[in-house]
């Protein structure tokens, strides 16, 4: 039984800043990699960012020298730091980790259930 649970999203001005966190919680043995990605409505979902379990990351084009991405390997948690917000980052954010579970022989890829953020003035 492993849950992902994402935080911090909601309503923001332009060039305003918001922080989410997504907490993974269960019997887990271990964490890989964990990512963010977004869909706005009637778009697909696109990967944000990625962190390796090294602390090593990856960014969208479109949110580079903006987004931040990070881990806390000891608090089952990765977060993503949004500064400098325009409209077009208006979306549900969903947290996305690879897992192994105490009763796995694999990871598998988990999902939380998505936060909203919206930038508009």
């Known amino acids: 039984q492993v849950q992902l649970v994402e935080s911090g999203g909601g309503l923001v001005q332009p060039g305003g800043s918001l922080r989410l966190a997504c907490v993974a919680s269960?019997?887990?043995?271990?964490?890989?990699?964990m990512a963010w990605y977004r869909q706005a409505p009637g778009k697909q979902r696109e990967l944000v960012a990625g962190i390796g379990s090294g602390g090593r990351a990856n960014y969208a084009d479109s949110v580079k020298g903006r987004f931040t991405i990070s881990r806390d390997n000891a608090k089952n948690t990765v977060y993503l730091q949004m500064d400098s917000l325009k409209p077009e980052d208006t979306a549900a954010y969903y947290c996305n980790a690879e897992i192994l579970t105490m009763s796995s022989w694999s990871s598998k890829d988990y999902w939380g259930q998505g936060t909203q953020v919206a930038v508009s003035s």
């Open positions: 269960g019997r887990i043995r271990g964490i890989g990699a």
